[in-house]
């Protein structure tokens, strides 16, 4: 497991946009998948968006498909979610996770480590 730090939440209007962060250390990302999932309040953690290691693959939530984009660097310890055009229902605690698999994945099954999330509001 290694640990992670999110960062760039904040509180936004509908229609506004914003782009978080996920940093780590030993380059976690360049060896495996990683993923952002958010978790409302009185809901359960649920996928957002997905990449592969080599960074080729992508996977996205319906909800969220054509309104954010998950990338990473290089170096294989950061990653990012840009997120445009948010609505109120992407209010959320956003997590970012590394997979224990290369390929994108929706199932917070093939996670093992986690951030402590970065809180996104979204107002309208």
């Known amino acids: 497991q290694v640990q992670l730090v999110e960062s760039g939440g904040g509180a936004v209007q509908a229609g506004g946009s914003l782009r978080l962060s996920c940093e780590t250390s030993e380059r976690p990302f360049s060896r495996y998948a990683m993923g952002w999932f958010r978790q409302a309040p009185g809901k359960e953690r649920e996928f957002v968006a997905s990449?592969?290691?080599?960074?080729?693959?992508?996977f996205y939530a319906n909800s969220v498909k054509g309104r954010f984009t998950i990338s990473k660097d290089n170096t294989g310890n950061t990653a990012w979610l840009q997120m445009n055009s948010l609505k109120r229902e992407d209010t959320a605690l956003y997590y970012c996770?590394?997979?224990?698999?290369?390929?994108?994945?929706?199932?917070?099954?093939?996670?093992?480590?986690w951030g402590q999330g970065t809180q996104v509001t979204v107002s309208s």
């Open positions: 990449i592969s290691r080599s960074g080729a693959g992508t």
């Open positions: 996770g590394v997979a224990i698999l290369e390929t994108p994945t929706a199932n917070p099954v093939f996670y093992n480590s």
